[in-house]
């Protein structure tokens, strides 16, 4: 049933112009690139996406813009926070938009226990219109979301997967021992996506396939045919490039090197700041190596 989110996803950029205004003419630019790329879904307003610093009416257009351009691919939207009764609100403010799924992140900041982890997206899951898609990334949140939480979230019929971003490789073979048979397990790390999925992972939501696109999703219809050494190949030609993409905060790597490609601009609004000219020199170095391995 939910075969839609497997593969690879685009956790997709927001392109900015020199006053920091919500760039659609380039925002059409990424969806189409990712889609022409052979994107699985798109992930709308996620972290990537700068979800934080976006507004209840651009967080709209943002996605219906995604919608004019985009005929036919699943699109995830992200609503999430650390406020439960103001996420709840958030989703009854886009019930009439067009969407497929909703990716949640596990609150932060005030650092609830297993317990509250646990009511906060069952709360967000009775009332959710669509399918939940949780977000478990205790290096931006603070409080990892246990597997054995996982799993009992995993019950909950409009909870469907979780984008697994730990990086912790024993939790991800918990959550598969633990949680329903048909629960997705789905990468959070690009770098980790090939070993996720050969415990059982379904895919990945991806940064790099913002601008890697092509790169991303053949590691991953690789991997998902066993065909290991061929992902393998493609996988460490990225290595040094997936790196550079946390170096300043995300997205400024991936919008450095998008900005490269001519995607779009490499603008991110405060507090994130545009790559620096070490790190610039760092991705131009990497994608030649990308472009042209020796």
């Known amino acids: ?45 996620g972290t990537t996406g700068e979800s934080v610093t976006t507004n209840e009416n651009e967080k709209i257009e943002i996605l219906n813009k995604v919608n004019q351009v985009n005929t036919d691919k699943p699109v995830v939207i992200g609503i999430g926070g650390n406020d439960t009764r103001k996420v709840l609100s958030q989703i009854d403010a886009l019930s009439g938009e067009s969407f497929d799924a909703i990716l ?14 646990i009511n906060h997206f069952t709360v967000i899951a009775d009332k959710a219109p669509k399918p939940i898609i949780l977000y478990n990334v205790p290096g931006r949140t ?21 984008k697994e971003a730990s990086g912790n490789f024993k939790q991800a073979v918990e959550i598969i021992k ?14 980790l996506t090939l ?40 996988l460490y030609t990225i290595t040094r490039m997936n790196e550079l993409m946390y170096a300043e905060g995300n997205p400024t790597g991936v919008k450095f090197l998008m900005e490269i490609l001519g995607i779009c601009s490499g603008e991110v609004r405060p507090p994130l700041y545009k790559a620096s000219s070490e790190l610039q020199a760092k991705i131009k170095s990497a994608l030649l190596e990308i472009k042209n391995p020796a």
């Open 195 to 234: 070993p996720l999925i050969s415990i059982g992972a379904v895919g990945v939501i991806s940064v790099l396939a913002n601008a890697l696109t092509n790169e991303m999703c053949n590691i991953v219809n690789y991997a998902i045919n066993n065909q290991h050494s061929d992902a393998q190949r493609i």
């Open 1 to 45: 049933m939910y075969d839609k989110f497997k593969g690879t996803g685009v956790a997709l950029v927001t392109p900015f112009d020199s006053n920091l205004k919500v760039n659609f003419d380039e925002l059409e630019k990424v969806v189409t690139h990712t889609i022409s790329e052979g994107i699985d879904y798109l992930v709308v307003q």
């Open 104 to 117: 949640s992140v596990c609150p932060y900041y005030n650092k609830p226990s297993q317990n509250g982890l």
């Open 142 to 162: 603070s409080v990892n979301l246990s597997a054995e939480s996982t799993g009992v979230l995993s019950q909950h019929p409009n909870i469907i997967g979780v």
């Open 178 to 191: 633990l949680s329903s048979d048909d629960f997705l397990l789905i990468s959070g790390d690009d770098f």
